[in-house]
């Protein structure tokens, strides 16, 4: 996983999709909140571009959880200025070993997933931080995305682009949320372009986003000019997948 207290100052210009992911998960998830004043659980909240959005629900509690300190700072300060009134918290904590003190109406998860080590595991831990009829609300990243930049990488490099993300298939995710014991209420899908205007810029930012730079075998100065001829007028693709699940009603689920 890139070291996200490096990238925190950076991740708010160079997060478009991550934004949009979080808009359209927001949007998709109002209808299943209850319509009391939700108690709500953000994971891998980064800077806030979700926070913001369930902090502006006035839920009777948010808790913002995120292993990285940094990125935990600057949702806090976002939070403090706009929501001085809401009953928010921060959690430092890593989401696949986090254990909470309340249960949640909604729990979301916007582009976080595809650091985790153990995405089954997380699934199937995060069921019981829900309360009966609660939500968890997944936006994710797919197989496709980044297909230009891989396969650029490929042509210049001759060997796969090594990063720590995991970009998983809608329906290997429902896969997974079944086996947990979710079923998929609803999903939106669709492909986000990202234009740049020079290669140079797009591949410094999918670094501040810590999508590249993870690989250990740097590429040479040559593959590197090669990549850039590449993808000249780059454009890269994000494959966003916003997905709610509610956990099954079954009293004998494990
Ligand atoms: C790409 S950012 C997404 C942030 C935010 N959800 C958004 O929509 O912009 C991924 C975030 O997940 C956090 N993260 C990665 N692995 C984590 C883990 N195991 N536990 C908690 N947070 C984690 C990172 O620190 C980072 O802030």
Request: proline share 5%; hydrophobic share 40%.
């Amino acid at each position: 996983m890139p070291n996200f207290n490096i990238k925190a100052s950076k991740y708010d210009s160079a997060s478009e999709p991550q934004a949009e992911l979080a808009m359209e998960l927001f949007e998709l998830s109002l209808d299943y909140l209850p319509d009391t004043l939700p108690i709500l659980l953000d994971v891998g909240c980064g800077t806030g571009h979700l926070s913001l959005d369930l902090a502006g629900l006035f839920p009777k509690r948010l808790d913002c959880l995120d292993i990285s300190k940094e990125m935990l700072e600057i949702c806090r300060e976002k939070l403090q200025v706009n929501f001085p009134n809401v009953k928010w918290r921060l959690f430092e904590n890593d989401a696949e070993s986090f254990e909470p003190d309340i249960k949640y109406d909604g729990i979301y998860c916007n582009a976080t997933l595809q650091w985790f080590a153990d995405v089954p595991k997380f699934l199937s831990r995060v069921k019981k931080w829900l309360k009966p009829n609660g939500i968890l609300c997944i936006g994710a990243f797919g197989e496709k995305t980044l297909c230009e930049l891989r396969s650029a990488y490929f042509e210049a490099a001759g060997r796969q682009l090594e990063t720590a993300a995991k970009f998983f298939s809608l329906d290997k995710l429902t896969e997974f949320s079944k086996k947990a014991g979710f079923d998929l209420l609803e999903f939106s899908e669709c492909i986000y372009v990202q234009d740049f205007e020079e290669p140079a810029f797009a591949l410094k930012t999918l670094g501040k986003m810590g999508v590249t730079g993870t690989g250990k075998k740097p590429l040479t100065r040559s593959e590197a000019q090669k990549l850039k001829e590449i993808l000249a007028n780059a454009s890269f693709s994000w494959e966003l997948m916003a997905m709610i699940f509610r956990a099954k009603e079954c009293p004998y689920f494990p």
